[in-house]
């Protein structure tokens, strides 16, 4: 004789209470792809990019291994993602000085001013592109936005140079590429070369006073070469 069971009905829910909401299956907490590149800026710009480990740059992040290879398929692609990291944060830093409303020998002093400050903020800019160098640039060479980013660098270059040269206060055989390269080659060698000039010279590169004085003569050189006397 079959036997018979009792089916036990679950409570209904009470009235106005929410379901659970699902999970979606798969998807990664948002922010952690920035707080990845965060990172990764950090230990490549200690280590460089053949000393960096993957697995200290996830625990820099807080996150695993495989949720870092979630969003990049290799160390290569993390390698561009700083790089492009360190050259936006610089052009949207730059993009924010407003020099168009100044007269362009003064706009430029700021700009001389601003780009060799930031340099000095931002170690992390000179180590990495001191270590793609190492490599032939070839990870920046498959960067459309590092090569978009120098766009509108050269546009405030430009502006500058055209406004002081209609005002007769600039030269007229300066290229914008020429201006650029100076100001950005006196500000960046002195601080990538620091370490090894200061023993070399047996002069600290390093101390306060220095570094404004390094500045104060790169300024001079810049507008003694561009105005017209």
């Not at 601003?114 to 960067?143: C, D, T």
């Not at 766009?151 to 914008?176: C, H, K, S, W, Y």
Request: with cysteine; net charge positive.
């Amino acid at each position: 004789m079959p036997t018979s069971s009792k089916r036990q009905d679950k409570p209904a829910p009470a009235s106005g209470a929410q379901k659970p909401r699902a999970r979606g299956v798969g998807r990664p907490p948002s922010g952690t792809r920035e707080a990845i590149v965060a990172a990764a800026v950090e230990e490549f710009a200690l280590e460089g990019f053949g000393g960096a480990r993957i697995e200290r740059i996830s625990k820099r992040a807080s996150t695993s291994d495989r949720m870092l290879y979630y969003h990049f398929d290799s160390k290569e692609s993390l390698f561009q993602a700083a790089l492009e990291k360190v050259y936006g944060d610089m052009i949207a830093a730059e993009s924010r000085i407003n020099l168009e409303q100044l007269d362009p020998r003064e706009g430029l002093r700021r700009l001389i001013a601003f780009i060799w400050r930031y340099f000095q903020e931002n170690p992390s800019f000179i180590s990495l592109v001191n270590a793609e160098n190492m490599y032939g640039a070839r990870h920046m060479l498959k960067s459309t936005r590092i090569q978009q980013s120098a766009i509108p660098q050269l546009r405030m270059v430009e502006d500058l140079l055209t406004r002081g040269v209609a005002g007769g206060n600039f030269r007229r055989d300066v290229t914008v590429v020429e201006l650029h390269l100076t100001i950005v080659s006196l500000c960046y060698y002195y601080l990538s070369n620091a370490a090894t000039m200061s023993h070399f010279l047996g002069y600290d590169m390093k101390q306060s006073d220095a570094r404004d004085a390094w500045l104060t003569h790169v300024t001079r050189v810049v507008m003694d070469f561009l105005m017209l006397r």
